[in-house]
Antibody, heavy 122, light 107 residues
Framework: EVHLVESGGDLVQRGGSLRLSCAASGFTFSSYWMSWVRQAPGKGLEWVANIGQDGNDKYYMDSVKGRFTISRDNAKNSVFLQMSSLTVEDTAMYYC???????????????WGQGTVVTVSS | DIQMTQSPSSLSASVGDRVTITCRASQDIGNALAWFQQKPGKAPNFLIYDASSLQSGVPSKFSGSGFGTDFALTISSLQPEDFATYYCQQHKSYPITFGQGTRLEIK
C-alpha cells in the first residue's frame, strides 16, 4: 500500500524559512515524478512543484520560483520542499503527491499524503 | 499558462439525482485531464484519468468525457457520500493547473 507522510509544517514569521519532508513507502519511489501541491484555507488546490525520477528535472509555479526548492533522496525514499522568503500568501496545507502526469506509466496514478500545515504570520 | 475553468462553482442536488460538472481549458490539452474528489479535511481522491478512464476501484457511477478544451464529469444516482468538492487537473504542460473546484451540496 502506498503511503506518503509529510512533516515539517510549522508557524513561521514572514520572511522566514521552512523545510518540508515527505517519506514515501509501498512503491518504487525512484520510478515516479513527485509533486508538492498546496491548499490555502478554504481555497482550491494549487500545484507548487514537480521533480523528476532522478532529481534532475524540476518545475515550479511562478510565484515560488527562486524561493522554493524541491529535491529528493531516492536512497531514503523521500522528497523535500525547502521554502524561503515566506509570505502570508504561502500559508496553506502542503500535500506531497504523485500526480497523473509526466510519464506514460504515471498517467493513471495518483496518491496524496495527508498534508502538513504551514502558517506564515505577519 | 493553461487556465482551467469549472462550472458551476457550486451545485445543489438531491440524493438519486444525476449531475454534470464541466471543465474548460484555455487551450487544447488533448485528453491530459484528471478529476479528483475532495471531502472536508481530507486529501483528494483520484477518480478519472486521461479525461474518460475510470481509476481502479472508483464506482462506475462516475464517468468522464471530453477532448481538447471541453470536459465533463458526470455522477449518476447521487448518494450522501458523493457530496464533496470536485477538481479537474491538466497535465498537458507546465505549470500543472487545477480548476477552481465545484462544490456539490445536498439540496
Amino acid at each position: 500500500e502506498v503511503h506518503l507522510v509529510e512533516s515539517g509544517g510549522d508557524l513561521v514569521q514572514r520572511g522566514g524559512s521552512l523545510r518540508l519532508s515527505c517519506a514515501a513507502s509501498g512503491f518504487t519511489f525512484s520510478s515516479y515524478w513527485m509533486s508538492w501541491v498546496r491548499q490555502a484555507p478554504g481555497k482550491g488546490l494549487e500545484w507548487v512543484a514537480n521533480i523528476g525520477q532522478d532529481g534532475n528535472d524540476k518545475y515550479y509555479m511562478d510565484s515560488v520560483k527562486g524561493r522554493f526548492t524541491i529535491s529528493r533522496d531516492n536512497a531514503k525514499n523521500s522528497v523535500f520542499l525547502q521554502m524561503s522568503s515566506l509570505t502570508v500568501e504561502d500559508t496553506a496545507m502542503y500535500y506531497c503527491a504523485i500526480l497523473p502526469c509526466c510519464t506514460h506509466m504515471q498517467l493513471s496514478v495518483a496518491y496524496w499524503g495527508q498534508g502538513t500545515v504551514v502558517t506564515v504570520s505577519s | 499558462d493553461i487556465q482551467m475553468t469549472q462550472s458551476p462553482s457550486s451545485l445543489s442536488a438531491s440524493v438519486g439525482d444525476r449531475v454534470t460538472i464541466t471543465c474548460r481549458a484555455s487551450q487544447d490539452i488533448g485528453n491530459a485531464l484528471a478529476w479528483f474528489q475532495q471531502k472536508p479535511g481530507k486529501a483528494p481522491n483520484f477518480l478519472i484519468y486521461d479525461a474518460s478512464s475510470l481509476q481502479s476501484g472508483v464506482p462506475s457511477k462516475f464517468s468522464g468525457s471530453g477532448f481538447g478544451t471541453d470536459f465533463a464529469l458526470t455522477i449518476s444516482s447521487l448518494q450522501p457520500e458523493d457530496f464533496a468538492t470536485y477538481y479537474c487537473q491538466q497535465h498537458k504542460s507546465y505549470p500543472i493547473t487545477f480548476g477552481q473546484g465545484t462544490r456539490l451540496e445536498i439540496k
